[in-house]
Protein backbone atom coordinates (compact mmCIF):
# COMPACT_ATOMS: atom_id res chain seq x y z
CA UNK A 1 0.00 0.00 0.00
CA UNK A 2 1.28 3.33 -0.96
CA UNK A 3 1.07 6.23 1.71
CA UNK A 4 0.94 8.87 -1.02
CA UNK A 5 -1.85 9.98 -1.34
CA UNK A 6 -2.01 10.65 -4.83
CA UNK A 7 -1.05 6.94 -5.79
CA UNK A 8 -3.47 5.55 -2.80
CA UNK A 9 -6.57 7.73 -3.40
CA UNK A 10 -6.15 8.90 -7.14
CA UNK A 11 -9.48 9.52 -7.44
CA UNK A 12 -9.60 11.68 -4.95
CA UNK A 13 -6.20 13.70 -4.73
CA UNK A 14 -4.53 15.16 -8.04
CA UNK A 15 -1.16 16.49 -8.50
CA UNK A 16 -1.23 19.54 -10.07
CA UNK A 17 2.59 20.91 -9.54
CA UNK A 18 5.44 19.30 -8.47
CA UNK A 19 9.48 20.34 -8.47
CA UNK A 20 12.39 19.49 -6.39
CA UNK A 21 11.36 21.59 -4.13
CA UNK A 22 7.33 20.84 -3.56
CA UNK A 23 4.21 19.66 -4.92
CA UNK A 24 1.10 21.06 -4.76
CA UNK A 25 -2.53 18.64 -4.51
CA UNK A 26 -5.85 19.31 -5.55
CA UNK A 27 -8.41 17.26 -3.26
CA UNK A 28 -11.82 17.29 -3.90
CA UNK A 29 -14.50 14.55 -2.23
CA UNK A 30 -18.44 14.17 -1.81
CA UNK A 31 -20.47 14.16 1.04
CA UNK A 32 -20.09 10.34 2.83
CA UNK A 33 -16.53 9.85 0.66
CA UNK A 34 -13.39 8.21 2.77
CA UNK A 35 -10.00 8.55 1.96
CA UNK A 36 -7.55 4.80 3.11
CA UNK A 37 -4.30 5.69 5.40
CA UNK A 38 -1.96 8.06 3.94
CA UNK A 39 0.82 10.62 4.65
CA UNK A 40 1.76 13.75 4.16
CA UNK A 41 4.45 15.81 4.64
CA UNK A 42 4.69 19.43 6.33
CA UNK A 43 2.15 21.19 3.88
CA UNK A 44 -0.10 24.44 3.83
CA UNK A 45 -3.49 23.44 3.18
CA UNK A 46 -5.99 26.34 1.75
CA UNK A 47 -9.70 25.60 1.58
CA UNK A 48 -11.49 26.63 -1.38
CA UNK A 49 -15.13 25.72 0.12
CA UNK A 50 -16.66 24.95 3.70
CA UNK A 51 -16.53 21.12 4.82
CA UNK A 52 -16.95 18.93 7.85
CA UNK A 53 -14.24 16.21 8.22
CA UNK A 54 -13.97 13.78 10.40
CA UNK A 55 -9.59 12.74 10.06
CA UNK A 56 -8.70 9.37 11.75
CA UNK A 57 -4.88 8.66 12.96
CA UNK A 58 -4.43 5.17 14.84
CA UNK A 59 -7.13 5.02 17.41
CA UNK A 60 -7.68 8.80 17.52
CA UNK A 61 -10.45 11.19 15.46
CA UNK A 62 -10.79 14.81 15.36
CA UNK A 63 -14.20 16.32 13.82
CA UNK A 64 -13.03 19.80 11.35
CA UNK A 65 -15.89 22.16 10.39
CA UNK A 66 -13.49 24.17 8.19
CA UNK A 67 -14.65 27.24 6.44
CA UNK A 68 -14.05 28.62 2.81
CA UNK A 69 -10.84 30.71 2.23
CA UNK A 70 -8.78 29.46 5.82
CA UNK A 71 -5.04 28.67 5.21
CA UNK A 72 -3.43 26.32 8.31
CA UNK A 73 -0.03 24.54 8.55
CA UNK A 74 0.19 20.96 8.45
CA UNK A 75 2.77 19.40 10.58
CA UNK A 76 4.05 15.80 8.91
CA UNK A 77 1.08 13.30 9.79
CA UNK A 78 -0.76 10.00 8.64
CA UNK A 79 -4.22 10.12 8.61
CA UNK A 80 -7.17 8.63 7.00
CA UNK A 81 -10.11 11.30 6.38
CA UNK A 82 -13.98 11.24 5.54
CA UNK A 83 -16.53 13.90 4.32
CA UNK A 84 -19.04 13.87 7.07
CA UNK A 85 -20.95 17.02 6.29
CA UNK A 86 -23.22 17.60 3.85
CA UNK A 87 -21.09 19.60 1.15
CA UNK A 88 -18.10 18.73 -1.32
CA UNK A 89 -14.81 19.34 0.13
CA UNK A 90 -11.92 21.05 -1.88
CA UNK A 91 -8.89 21.97 -0.74
CA UNK A 92 -4.99 22.35 -2.02
CA UNK A 93 -2.10 21.18 -0.25
CA UNK A 94 1.10 22.93 -0.81
CA UNK A 95 3.83 19.73 0.48
CA UNK A 96 7.47 20.11 0.69
CA UNK A 97 10.04 18.20 0.09
CA UNK A 98 12.43 19.63 1.89
CA UNK A 99 12.83 20.20 5.88
CA UNK A 100 13.75 23.64 7.20
CA UNK A 101 17.57 24.23 8.23
CA UNK A 102 18.79 27.08 10.14
CA UNK A 103 21.13 27.93 7.29
CA UNK A 104 18.51 28.47 5.05
CA UNK A 105 16.17 29.75 7.39
CA UNK A 106 18.37 32.72 7.80
CA UNK A 107 17.83 36.13 5.28
CA UNK A 108 20.48 35.96 2.53
CA UNK A 109 19.64 39.35 1.50
CA UNK A 110 17.50 42.23 2.19
CA UNK A 111 14.18 41.29 3.21
CA UNK A 112 11.01 42.92 1.01
CA UNK A 113 7.74 43.45 3.05
CA UNK A 114 5.45 45.82 4.16
CA UNK A 115 7.95 47.25 6.82
CA UNK A 116 11.07 47.14 4.68
CA UNK A 117 11.04 48.98 1.51
Known sequence: MSQDPAVSNP???????????GRVLRYRDRPGEATTPHRHPDSVMIT???FTRRLTS???QVELALQTG???W???QEHAGRNIGD?????IFVEL????SAERAQ???PALGPDRP
Open 107 to 109: PTG
Open 58 to 60: GER
Open 87 to 91: TDTHA
Open 74 to 76: LGA
Open 11 to 21: GLYSVVFENER
Open 70 to 72: QVR
Open 48 to 50: LSS
Open 97 to 100: KETA
